[in-house]
């Protein structure tokens, strides 16, 4: 039984924040995997790639990394898509693989695909 909730917690869904998002990351794939948003075809992407900040070879510094994910996270929040994003990476049973990045189309809220389309 629903007492009372705060309307607002029903229609604007918590925010994404980058430690969270580096949280689900770890704790999917036990790696902080690079997240790159791509534009294709007038949709837009959500991409995990294959390239981890734990490699070796990856060409970010752990402060370059996070830098990145918190602007990527205020392009999602700015989005509308916290929610799908982190229902999506808590569920998918697929992972990265060389050369082959996973795939998120966001389902962006009505007016707000052509803010952020060019």
């Given at each position: 039984m629903l007492l009372w909730s705060a309307p607002s917690a029903m229609t604007s869904p918590e925010p994404l924040r980058r430690e969270e998002l580096l949280e689900l990351l770890r704790s999917r794939w036990q790696?902080?995997?690079?997240?790159?948003?791509?534009?294709?075809?007038?949709?837009?992407?959500?991409?995990v790639m294959w390239g981890y900040l734990e490699q070796q070879s990856f060409p970010l510094t752990r402060e370059a990394y996070e830098a990145h994910l918190e602007e990527l996270v205020g392009s999602l929040n700015g989005l509308g898509v916290a929610s799908q994003v982190r229902q999506w990476l808590r569920t998918t049973n697929d992972r990265?693989?060389?050369?082959?990045?996973?795939?998120?189309?966001?389902?962006l809220p009505a007016g707000r695909a052509s803010e952020f389309m060019l």
């Open positions: 790696a902080s995997y690079d997240l790159q948003l791509v534009q294709r075809r007038g949709r837009l992407y959500l991409h990265p693989r060389l050369g082959k990045a996973l795939s998120l189309p966001l389902e």
